[in-house]
């Protein structure tokens, strides 16, 4: 198996007399995110939950004392990237000035995604 990825699932199918092994990997990524703009007080962390839990993906996400949100996210590489894409929109009321993401080494240590006060 290649460094940087894990093995999701294999599954053996059977065509006539010959057999498939299909094989998926998926690459596993983190990153740290910071969100600017009108990002507090308008649902912004819930929002982030829902989406990150809904694509399959773990961290946490915070307020900052600044005003921007903070999030930590581990999973597929595809689908933080459509959390990033999601967060680039925000939710109804927000109005997000910019997205700055840095890609870090996969690390495997969330179990679920939180919304937490402080680490």
């Given at each position: 198996?290649?460094?940087?990825?894990?093995?999701l699932?294999?599954?053996?199918l059977?065509l006539?007399s010959?057999?498939?092994?299909?094989?998926?990997?998926?690459?596993?990524s983190?990153?740290?995110?910071?969100?600017?703009?009108?990002?507090?007080?308008?649902?912004f962390?819930d929002h982030?939950?829902?989406?990150?839990?809904?694509?399959?993906?773990?961290?946490?996400v915070?307020?900052?004392?600044d005003?921007r949100v903070?999030?930590?996210?581990?999973?597929?590489?595809?689908a933080i990237?459509?959390l990033?894409?999601r967060?680039g929109e925000g939710?109804?009321?927000?109005?997000?000035e910019?997205?700055?993401?840095d890609?870090?080494?996969?690390?495997?240590e969330?179990?679920?995604?939180n919304?937490?006060?402080?680490l």
């Amino acid at each position: 198996m290649q460094e940087g990825f894990r093995l999701l699932f294999r599954t053996v199918l059977r065509l006539s007399s010959d057999v498939l092994t299909l094989t998926l990997f998926v690459m596993d990524s983190r990153a740290h995110i910071l969100v600017r703009g009108r990002v507090q007080g308008v649902f912004f962390r819930d929002h982030t939950r829902k989406w990150a839990v809904s694509l399959g993906l773990t961290g946490w996400v915070r307020n900052l004392a600044d005003g921007r949100v903070e999030v930590m996210v581990e999973g597929d590489q595809k689908a933080i990237e459509g959390l990033i894409t999601r967060l680039g929109e925000g939710p109804p009321l927000s109005h997000v000035e910019d997205v700055n993401v840095d890609w870090e080494d996969y690390k495997g240590e969330f179990d679920d995604f939180n919304i937490t006060w402080a680490l």
